[in-house]
């Protein structure tokens, strides 16, 4: 072989040993894979085209220019999954500890701009140390520059982003970006400020794991949209997760091979309990809605009082929103509003239709909702079905009730196809709460109440007022509902609606 | 013959007479509680009537209540299946008083043997063979030698008040019977307070064997053979079957014969059963009679082709039976499983919850064996805490007991069941079991086999093999379908990697693909762990069961998705498995075992239930084996005690509460 060749050869090996053999174990050693292995994991077998090996950071300051490592601490470029393009990044905590440079900075905005070019997602596996400080404003320049492209890339290419060691500092506010952030149990964390400025500031003393863990963030912040207990099984979801996403906003929604008719399920006739205040699983009735029962729960932690997701009808990807009367029997409170509002916005963007299985008790009332904002974060969700010109489906299987049952993609937001069960209950509150208002003067007496509830609950705790105004299209039987979905999946998917021109909304934030 | 009747019962005895009544044209009244307005028996009857609350003793066994049913409805009869009213002779004479007719016997016999004194006397008294013993009490070491002498050795010394093995001494020689009733007696005088001891015979390797019955109102009376029923746990059925393979022709004549001897004493008339109890030496000795139709009938029908339940309503509508004994021929073998709500690794618990998936296996004849599953619950049915848990009965007929553990086998591995905790995997442990399939039963078969309570077997050798197998097919599946989406950067080739590697639980399996397509239905030549293997099949993504041949073994494996991989179940043993391409399953091997939380100081509670009682308080110091809970769940109470000495921290439920399983009780120091 030729010697320029031999020399090409040589520096790859230099450039893929990263941070060196000592380094690398270190990692293992903390369970955690080097920033190639989880590329080689994500990306199809031998698919992945690396650009940049060979960039290094150009500072001289502090002694930097001694210390100078192939790829900066960053490994880039694109490859397949299942065949289909994905750019990725994934920082390399053995080089300077994964943290940004300006160079680093570049090698991620040139994969963040070809993605864009081409219309196609971008992934980035996050591990590492926040800005390199010897480098000062270029770092921070070079993190407002991805931020930049974070931002014209929303909406037009899916852009997620994998938190699998530290993410803290700047680090945090290109993945705060992206359409979906998930994160490995234990090994992961993200915050702005780290425990050691916290306690300076405000002498509260926490560990990382408190102030930013998987558990924090996808519990209670709801930073995080899932978390996974190591990094083969979050990188295996992420392929899981491309499979069911269009490449850009402009692309055709990913379609696999499906076998047979959507039968009908008799078990879901008995879905609804005799008792209106007893709970019931409404992810039973997503997973006989869906095709193998195969449903990517979104934010399955957060807000459980709403569950969204994906799953595929006909072997196409569809977006599920569904109240959950198994917790606070599915009222949407302001982190359920946001929740859903989020999801049926990223449904929207990427021309996902929206199935929605409304049983909504109301939103939820006290001074603690009503001091957050419950009014504006309502409003989100009532926004983002309103805007939403995607193929937008509704089953009514219980209550719907009040405001509740018109943010519930009804049909007054341009709900496509709104159907109820007979079970449903359309109507502007429970029974006793309306009679109470509307036969104020008979309140004490216990007889004549009972006349007006039962009077109440038969006309009006039905589907059948609104079918008689064709706020539903049609009153279906609960063992049908997988069948009817589709086919109006189908009927729905040449579909042509479009706002009227504006620059963007102002969605009440 | 009656035009209507009423099923005074719920769950798969409801539907099994229905069905019979349907077949008979005869239309049906069921009867529901508040707990089972969506039950498959409501839907099934041509009308339902409401009865009461959920709770049994308002509901299914108030009698008031059924009559007063049967009068609206104008049944003119009433079925009572077993349990709740089945052998209640007041509720037979509230009928007959309101001329509404007991598919059942007459009161008189439900009183004579619903008595386990009377029923033994009368039984003695139509020389049907009872347990040899002393009626009376022993006065001292000397009369139990006597007494010992005459009823034959062995013996059992028997505390009168005994209870849980207390006791109790098993003398095989007169210096044994001597030591013996000293011992019991000083045991029972200390234990009791009573020292009054009895002796009877004991039973060597006793089993269960019963004798099914039918007779009518002319004096008719014929037997079907028996059932064995000696596979129990705590005096609870859990698999029976006809015939048994331990009686002969003589002795099965001998039992039919005694059986109906004592049916004509107490003039039956209806279908019943005679419980023996046999030992060793194919000795049998009469334990009761019940008076009502068994759980374990359909082993008996399976083998005779007859319908007891249409000869029950014949009966009762004043037919003559139309058999003779001579027509009674059993013909094969039949085994019944009795598919209940609990957790066998739980030590049997019972299960509460909705059955989000119920798909039994196939019904029918085929292949030369018969497979029928009586049940009462539905995809999407609510198993309550409120009645018996048991939700199915699985019987499989084949011409011989090989053929019919077997088919039952096979039977098992296809039953879904998803939502509850169930016994399957216990089911089907046992019939994997050698003494099982050898036949050599005994009541203390699960005693003796299963000491230690039962826990999920992990894959043998064959298991691996063929575990790894389908996990490789149902991958292979999966990636070729998404091989072929749309927007790929090229069109799929059609190329499989040939090789990958299994992770079944923790161990890592190499497979390789020798040849073949992978397409549905599927026909591949693979290597598994270096083993050749072909595997055929015709399993599509979704489907709950994978069915067909790994190599030269016909196999049903269960599929359940879970994260990144599939569980699998087959005959018992179950592994998560998942497929990597080998770089990725090197890669596995780097990644952290994660630890389980540590429970070791906390009190979980060990099912769905009640909480009655909370026995401790915050700071108190409990000694090993002290009563710290009490939670019920489907009527039975249960006892939780600390496992060591610990101080109590905190108390995180209080009575009333109603708990989830692994709900944390309290937390210890």
């Known amino acids: 072989?030729?010697?320029?060749?031999?020399?090409?050869?040589?520096?790859?090996?230099?450039?893929?040993?990263?941070?060196?053999?000592?380094?690398?174990?270190?990692?293992?050693?903390?369970?955690?894979?080097?920033?190639?292995?989880?590329?080689?994991?994500?990306?199809?077998?031998?698919?992945?085209?690396?650009?940049?090996?060979?960039?290094?950071?150009?500072?001289?300051?502090?002694?930097?220019?001694?210390?100078?490592?192939?790829?900066?601490?960053?490994?880039?470029?694109?490859?397949?999954?299942?065949?289909?393009?994905?750019?990725?990044?994934?920082?390399?905590?053995?080089?300077?500890?994964?943290?940004?440079?300006?160079?680093?900075?570049?090698?991620?905005?040139?994969?963040?701009?070809?993605?864009?070019?081409?219309?196609?997602?971008?992934?980035?596996?996050?591990?590492?140390?926040?800005?390199?400080?010897?480098?000062?404003?270029?770092?921070?320049?070079?993190?407002?520059?991805?931020?930049?492209?974070?931002?014209?890339?929303?909406?037009?290419?899916?852009?997620?982003?994998?938190?699998?060691?530290?993410?803290?500092?700047?680090?945090?506010?290109?993945?705060?970006?992206?359409?979906?952030?998930?994160?490995?149990?234990?090994?992961?964390?993200?915050?702005?400020?780290?425990?050691?400025?916290?306690?300076?500031?405000?002498?509260?003393?926490?560990?990382?794991?408190?102030?930013?863990?998987?558990?924090?963030?996808?519990?209670?912040?709801?930073?995080?949209?899932?978390?996974?207990?190591?990094?083969?099984?979050?990188?295996?979801?992420?392929?899981?997760?491309?499979?069911?996403?269009?490449?850009?906003?402009?692309?055709?929604?990913?379609?696999?091979?499906?076998?047979?008719?959507?039968?009908?399920?008799?078990?879901?006739?008995?879905?609804?309990?005799?008792?209106?205040?007893?709970?019931?699983?409404?992810?039973?009735?997503?997973?006989?809605?869906?095709?193998?029962?195969?449903?990517?729960?979104?934010?399955?932690?957060?807000?459980?009082?709403?569950?969204?997701?994906?799953?595929?009808?006909?072997?196409?990807?569809?977006?599920?929103?569904?109240?959950?009367?198994?917790?606070?029997?599915?009222?949407?409170?302001?982190?359920?509003?946001?929740?859903?509002?989020?999801?049926?916005?990223?449904?929207?963007?990427?021309?996902?239709?929206?199935?929605?299985?409304?049983?909504?008790?109301?939103?939820?009332?006290?001074?603690?909702?009503?001091?957050?904002?419950?009014?504006?974060?309502?409003?989100?969700?009532?926004?983002?079905?309103?805007?939403?010109?995607?193929?937008?489906?509704?089953?009514?299987?219980?209550?719907?009730?009040?405001?509740?049952?018109?943010?519930?993609?009804?049909?007054?937001?341009?709900?496509?196809?709104?159907?109820?069960w007979p079970t449903a209950q359309i109507a502007v509150m429970g029974a006793k709460g309306a009679v109470e208002i509307i036969f104020r003067k008979d309140i004490d007496d216990p007889e004549k109440i009972a006349a007006h509830t039962k009077m109440y609950e038969d006309r009006f705790l039905s589907p059948f007022v609104a079918a008689e105004r064709g706020y539903v299209d049609e009153v279906i039987m609960p063992h049908s509902t997988r069948r009817r979905v589709a086919r109006a999946l189908r009927m729905l998917r040449n579909k042509d609606l479009s706002n009227p021109w504006k620059k963007h909304d102002n969605i009440p934030l | 013959?009656?035009?209507?009747?009423?099923?005074?019962?719920?769950?798969?005895?409801?539907?099994?007479?229905?069905?019979?009544?349907?077949?008979?044209?005869?239309?049906?009244?069921?009867?529901?509680?508040?707990?089972?307005?969506?039950?498959?028996?409501?839907?099934?009857?041509?009308?339902?009537?409401?009865?009461?609350?959920?709770?049994?003793?308002?509901?299914?066994?108030?009698?008031?209540?059924?009559?007063?049913?049967?009068?609206?409805?104008?049944?003119?009869?009433?079925?009572?299946?077993?349990?709740?009213?089945?052998?209640?002779?007041?509720?037979?004479?509230?009928?007959?008083?309101?001329?509404i007719v007991f598919i059942g016997p007459k009161p008189k016999a439900i009183r004579a043997m619903g008595d386990k004194i009377t029923s033994k006397k009368i039984a003695a008294e139509a020389n049907v063979s009872t347990v040899p013993g002393f009626m009376g009490l022993i006065d001292d070491a000397d009369h139990a030698v006597k007494i010992a002498g005459e009823i034959g050795f062995p013996v059992m010394i028997k505390a009168s008040a005994g209870g849980g093995g207390k006791g109790m001494r098993v003398a095989w020689n007169e210096a044994q019977a001597r030591e013996g009733f000293d011992r019991s007696k000083s045991e029972a005088a200390s234990s009791f307070g009573d020292d009054r001891i009895f002796i009877e015979k004991f039973i060597e390797e006793p089993r269960h064997i019963e004798i099914q019955i039918l007779a009518d109102a002319h004096g008719n009376g014929v037997h079907l053979g028996e059932r064995e029923c000696s596979i129990q746990r705590r005096n609870q059925k859990i698999v029976e079957e006809a015939p048994s393979p331990f009686i002969d022709e003589a002795t099965r004549a001998a039992m039919g014969e005694q059986a109906l001897a004592l049916a004509r004493a107490v003039d039956y008339q209806s279908a019943g059963t005679v419980e023996f109890i046999v030992d060793r030496n194919r000795n049998f000795f009469f334990l009761e009679m019940n008076t009502r139709l068994q759980v374990e009938h359909p082993v008996s029908e399976l083998v005779t082709g007859i319908d007891l339940v249409e000869q029950m309503i014949r009966v009762a509508a004043g037919e003559k039976l139309a058999l003779r004994q001579g027509d009674i021929r059993l013909e094969g073998w039949a085994i019944e499983s009795r598919i209940y709500a609990e957790d066998p690794v739980r030590n049997f618990l019972p299960s509460i919850g909705r059955l989000t998936r119920y798909r039994p296996p196939e019904k029918g004849r085929r292949n030369g064996f018969v497979v029928r599953n009586d049940t009462g619950v539905a995809e999407g049915s609510e198993i309550s805490m409120f009645y018996d848990p048991m939700i199915a009965k699985l019987c499989t007929w084949a011409p011989d007991r090989a053929g019919a553990v077997e088919a039952m086998a096979e039977a098992l591995d296809c039953f879904v069941i998803d939502g509850i905790e169930h016994n399957i995997p216990f089911l089907t442990a046992l019939m994997r079991h050698e003494r099982w399939q050898e036949g050599r039963l005994s009541t203390g078969f699960i005693a003796e086999e299963f000491p230690d309570g039962f826990s999920l077997p992990a894959p043998d050798a064959q298991g691996r093999q063929v575990l790894s197998a389908v996990a490789l097919a149902v991958e292979l599946l999966r990636k070729d379908r998404l091989d072929r989406l749309p927007g790929r950067l090229a069109p799929h080739g059609g190329d499989i990697k040939r090789d990958w590697v299994v992770r079944l639980n923790d161990e890592y399996v190499p497979a390789t693909i020798v040849e073949g397509m992978v397409s549905i239905p599927t026909e591949l030549d693979v290597t598994i762990d270096g083993d050749p293997l072909t595997l055929v099949s015709e399993w599509r993504p979704g489907d709950a069961v994978w069915k067909g041949k790994v190599g030269s073994r016909q196999v049903a494996v269960q599929v359940r998705p879970i994260l990144n991989g599939v569980k699998l179940s087959w005959r018992g043993m179950s592994a998560q498995a998942r497929v990597y391409l080998p770089r990725i399953a090197e890669l596995d091997r780097l990644m952290p075992v994660r630890r389980a939380p540590d429970t070791s100081k906390l009190l979980l509670c060990p099912m769905p239930g009640l909480v009655v009682s909370i026995a401790v308080e915050e700071g108190q110091e409990v000694k090993a084996g002290e009563t710290l809970a009490v939670v019920e769940a489907m009527k039975m109470e249960n006892v939780l005690r600390a496992d060591r000495d610990c101080t109590v921290a905190k108390l995180n439920a209080k009575p009333g509460d109603s708990l989830a399983v692994d709900a944390v009780i309290m937390e210890f120091v």
């Open chain 2, 1 to 99: 013959m009656f035009r209507k009747i009423l099923i005074a019962n719920r769950g798969e005895i409801a539907c099994r007479v229905i069905k019979t009544a349907r077949k008979m044209g005869i239309s049906t009244v069921a009867v529901y509680s508040e707990a089972d307005g969506d039950a498959v028996h409501v839907e099934m009857a041509d009308e339902a009537v409401l009865i009461g609350p959920a709770a049994a003793s308002q509901s299914y066994l108030s009698a008031d209540r059924i009559i007063a049913a049967c009068k609206e409805t104008g049944a003119e009869a009433v079925h009572p299946g077993y349990g709740f009213l089945s052998e209640n002779a007041a509720f037979c004479e509230g009928l007959e008083a309101e001329g």
């Open chain 1, 1 to 420: 072989m030729k010697e320029v060749l031999k020399e090409l050869e040589r520096r790859r090996e230099a450039a893929r040993a990263g941070g060196g053999r000592k380094r690398i174990d270190h990692q293992h050693a903390k369970g955690k894979l080097t920033a190639r292995e989880r590329i080689e994991v994500f990306l199809d077998e031998g698919s992945f085209e690396e650009f940049d090996m060979f960039v290094e950071h150009r500072s001289i300051d502090f002694g930097m220019d001694d210390t100078k490592i192939y790829g900066d601490g960053v490994v880039t470029g694109w490859g397949t999954v299942n065949g289909r393009t994905v750019f990725v990044f994934a920082k390399d905590f053995t080089v300077f500890g994964g943290s940004l440079s300006e160079a680093h900075a570049e090698k991620v905005m040139k994969v963040q701009e070809m993605a864009l070019k081409n219309r196609a997602p971008i992934i980035g596996f996050y591990d590492a140390g926040g800005a390199r400080i010897q480098e000062g404003v270029a770092a921070l320049g070079g993190y407002a520059e991805i931020f930049q492209r974070n931002v014209l890339a929303s909406g037009v290419i899916p852009q997620i982003s994998v938190i699998m060691g530290p993410c803290a500092g700047g680090d945090v506010y290109s993945p705060a970006m992206t359409d979906f952030i998930f994160m490995v149990r234990d090994t992961s964390y993200m915050f702005v400020t780290g425990p050691d400025v916290v306690k300076t500031v405000t002498n509260e003393t926490v560990t990382a794991e408190q102030l930013g863990g998987a558990s924090v963030h996808t519990v209670k912040s709801s930073i995080a949209d899932s978390a996974y207990d190591n990094d083969i099984e979050a990188l295996l979801q992420m392929r899981r997760l491309i499979d069911f996403l269009p490449s850009s906003n402009t692309s055709e929604l990913p379609e696999i091979d499906f076998h047979g008719e959507p039968q009908d399920d008799p078990a879901l006739d008995r879905l609804i309990p005799a008792n209106a205040n007893k709970p019931y699983d409404i992810k039973g009735l997503i997973l006989k809605t869906v095709d193998e029962r195969d449903f990517f729960e979104i934010q399955e932690a957060f807000a459980r009082n709403i569950v969204t997701g994906f799953g595929r009808v006909e072997g196409r990807t569809v977006g599920i929103v569904a109240n959950q009367p198994m917790v606070l029997a599915g009222v949407l409170d302001s982190d359920a509003s946001r929740k859903a509002a989020r999801f049926v916005r990223f449904c929207d963007c990427f021309s996902i239709p929206v199935v929605t299985f409304v049983d909504v008790p109301g939103f939820l009332p006290g001074t603690a909702q009503e001091y957050g904002g419950l009014i504006k974060h309502g409003a989100k969700l009532l926004f983002a079905y309103a805007e939403a010109t995607v193929p937008k489906i509704t089953i009514i299987t219980r209550k719907a009730f009040g405001g509740a049952y018109d943010v519930m993609a009804s049909k007054h937001l341009r709900g496509d196809i709104n159907y109820a």
